[in-house]
């Protein structure tokens, strides 16, 4: 387990939250390899925070402001 400290990209806030990997993980993934390579086991909210900083329920208030505005194109 690693505590990992993020900023989110939609609210600026910087976290920190205990992930499971390792850091010979880290270190792979810092070096370029694939994501699910370096993490296979790591689900896509973990992911989320460790690539962005975004945490699940930031997440789902995002998503939840965006299905309420309208396409410019009437969809």
Do not use: N, W
Request: net charge positive; with cysteine; charged share 30%.
């Amino acid at each position: 387990m690693l505590d990992i400290k993020r900023t989110s990209t939609l609210s600026g806030k910087t976290r920190t939250k205990q992930l499971p990997i390792t850091q010979e993980q880290m270190d792979m993934y810092d070096a370029g390899i694939y994501y699910k390579a370096a993490f296979p086991d790591l689900s896509e909210e973990d992911f989320r925070f460790l690539a962005y900083g975004i945490t699940v329920s930031e997440h789902a208030a995002f998503r939840k402001k965006d299905k309420s505005r309208k396409s410019c194109c009437g969809g």
